[in-house]
């Protein structure tokens, strides 16, 4: 069974654009979970997506959005990029929306604001 | 909010020896889930292991095993025969029990491990 797979890989943006990133979650895995990755601030979720629901949210400004498709494909768009949002941005997929799921990583989109 | 530390930024081992990786959390729920994931240079978060607090057995997957101890806080991951692929950044991490909900992963910092041949 392939994994969680995410797309691009890797991105460069100017600060003031935008971006979207893209996820796949584990064929049958219903709910998808975002968090990002940072030297400095480690790794912070972002938002979690269930039934095409946003179920939870991380403590992130407003440029920081997502949403889940019928298919459960997940994407998330940063707006009025800044070079803080240089990060890796992770993916993870569990079968079913709860505590009790265990989570499942994709590779991770580097993004790189200059 | 809970919190994961893990007091060893960088750690190193022999080829066929054993290492102990630390992590401590801080909650005041009684259930909850703890995890080991480990993050090789190619990026990708692998599970390795699996503990939910009302389990007294520690969790094992063949070399991996964890030393669960509930009242001191504490989760540390033990790997024997370490072999070179085992070299990678381990993050531990914690998940709150939510009735008919979800609670976030809470991520430690992480630690380095080298395995030198």
């Known amino acids: 069974k392939a994994g969680v797979t995410q797309t691009p890989r890797y991105l460069i943006k100017t600060r003031g654009q935008q971006v979207t990133l893209s996820c796949s979650p584990i064929?049958?895995?219903?709910?998808v979970s975002w968090y990002q990755q940072t030297p400095g601030q480690g790794l912070q979720f972002l938002f979690e997506?269930?039934?095409?629901?946003?179920?939870n949210k991380g403590n992130f400004p407003g440029r920081f959005s997502g949403r889940q498709f019928s298919n459960s494909r997940s994407e998330m768009n940063v707006s009025t990029l800044e070079l803080g949002d240089s990060a890796l941005y992770l993916c993870?997929?569990?079968?079913?929306?709860?505590?009790?799921?265990?989570?499942?990583f994709g590779p991770g989109t580097r993004l790189l604001v200059l | 909010a809970q919190t994961v530390t893990q007091s060893q930024p960088e750690m190193s081992v022999q080829e066929a020896e054993t290492v102990t990786l630390s992590c401590t959390y801080d909650t005041s729920e009684s259930d909850y889930y703890l995890f080991w994931y480990k993050q090789p240079p190619s990026r990708q978060m692998i599970l390795v292991i699996r503990q939910e607090a009302y389990k007294q057995q520690n969790a094992t997957e063949n070399r991996f095993s964890v030393n669960f101890q509930k009242a001191a806080k504490s989760f540390s991951l033990k790997i024997s025969d370490s072999q070179l692929g085992d070299a990678a950044m381990y993050f531990c991490?914690?998940?709150?029990?939510?009735?008919?909900?979800?609670?976030?992963?809470?991520f430690g910092k992480g630690t380095k491990l080298t395995v030198n041949p």
């Open positions: 991490a914690y998940r709150g029990f939510a009735q008919g909900g979800s609670e976030k992963l809470v």
């Open positions: 997506y269930f039934s095409e629901t946003q179920r």
């Open positions: 064929s049958g895995h219903r709910s």
């Open positions: 993870a997929s569990s079968l079913v929306f709860g505590s009790q799921e265990t989570q499942y």
